[in-house]
């Protein structure tokens, strides 16, 4: 049925918009980032590729159509570290792993347009806690959706096995778990902006105390950050410092300065690993030490709202052919009886008065002279 009149909407008036924030808990268990799934040491729902630049992490076998991808695991350094060598098995794809993520997430230095560095502060370009040997954690969307929400990722690191872990507090016994948290972060402040990828966080070690972060490379644990999240990218950089062991000996002796030089940077206790195996063995090493990761992902709903206002003296009659029979209104019995409709629809339209959306109302509303009805219609995208 053709609508013969319309109501036109006050822009400033009548229209205005809204943006809400969605939140969901993402409980990542070290079950099945280490393989829940492998039979006699295959792990079905990790997938290594023939070019050995990552690995892929799936919740199930990923030949299975009922598998989602969780996150991409790689590593690499940067082509001044002191690992860099022609000698490292594929030196050239991992200085070419960090130049990737550096650039899409940081990009390039104003003063020699080189690729920046990653460092573990808030303060990218300064060239202080330079992180030169990483990590690299790249979410899928499919769990991050539009971003990760500041102050809620933590991850749990098993530093043992592989090196010793030193750190000498009851929290952290020989052999035990590391946990990294953005805690400190919110909209408000311990973010900042990464240019090209949006905001990051840095991931300071929990202390079990209620503290972050805190230490230096002189005293217990280590230096205090081990890494940085970038929100909206869903990217996570980790410091290969989290298995630095910590400095022994004695200020004189000669490995402290090394471990001072290098405390955000060198894989002080698996030197070998990083210059002597392949990514996806690194990649295996990190990801069999993973004893959790969790984060509350965001899901942004913009809506636009339309307040559609009918006042006492319109819409009181109805343009529905049964609405009149025998040139009589048939929900008036009396001819002195007021005019009276029921609103069901709500047409939006464009200037051209073409139907671009419709919203039904949960039940008729009754509508004449004595009243008026403001119908609030929100569209979400």
């Not at 009149?5 to 400033?12: G, I, P, R």
């Not at 829940?36 to 030949?63: A, R």
């Not at 809620?152 to 016994?173: A, C, D, L, Q, R």
Request: proline share 3%.
């Amino acid at each position: 049925m053709p609508v013969t009149t319309y109501e036109t909407l006050d822009t400033s008036a009548d229209v205005t918009t809204t943006r809400t924030l969605l939140h969901e808990s993402i409980p990542l268990t070290g079950a099945i980032v280490s393989g829940t799934y492998g039979v006699e040491g295959s792990e079905d729902n990790i997938k290594n590729y023939t070019h050995g630049m990552f690995q892929s992490v799936y919740d199930y076998p990923y030949l299975s159509s009922s598998a989602n991808h969780i996150f991409d695991i790689t590593m690499g350094y940067h082509s001044d570290s002191v690992l860099s060598s022609s000698t490292s098995v594929q030196n050239a794809k991992k200085i070419n792993n960090y130049n990737e993520f550096a650039q899409v997430l940081l990009g390039y230095t104003a003063s020699t347009n080189t690729v920046e560095i990653f460092e573990s502060d808030l303060s990218f370009g300064d060239n202080d806690n330079q992180m030169k040997e990483c990590y690299f954690i790249n979410f899928s969307r499919l769990i991050t959706k539009d971003q990760v929400k500041k102050g809620t990722f933590s991850i749990i690191v098993n530093t043992g096995s592989w090196v010793t872990n030193n750190i000498e507090k009851p929290s952290y016994p020989a052999g035990g778990c590391i946990t990294l948290t953005d805690a400190s972060a919110s909209e408000t402040g311990g973010t900042n902006d990464a240019g090209l990828a949006g905001e990051y966080g840095v991931l300071y070690r929990d202390n079990g105390d209620g503290t972050y972060g805190g230490s230096t490379p002189a005293t217990a644990g280590g230096p205090a950050q081990f890494g940085v999240v970038f929100y909206q990218a869903g990217i996570v950089v980790l410091s290969s410092s989290i298995f630095n062991k910590l400095r022994t000996g004695g200020a004189s002796h000669p490995l402290n300065s090394f471990w001072r030089e290098h405390s955000n940077g060198f894989l002080q206790g698996v030197t070998g690993s990083f210059t002597g195996s392949a990514i996806s063995g690194n990649c295996d090493a990190l990801r069999h030490r993973l004893a959790n990761i969790s984060f509350n992902n965001t899901t942004e709903i913009n809506s636009t709202i339309y307040f559609c206002r009918a006042t006492h003296n319109k819409f009181n009659y109805s343009y529905n052919p049964t609405y009149v029979s025998s040139s009589k209104m048939v929900v008036k019995s009396v001819a002195a009886d007021t005019p009276v409709s029921y609103i069901t629809t709500i047409g939006l339209y464009n200037s051209s008065n073409e139907l671009l959306a419709t919203a039904k109302v949960s039940e008729p509303l009754k509508k004449d002279p004595t009243n008026e009805l403001t119908l609030r219609v929100r569209l979400d995208y």
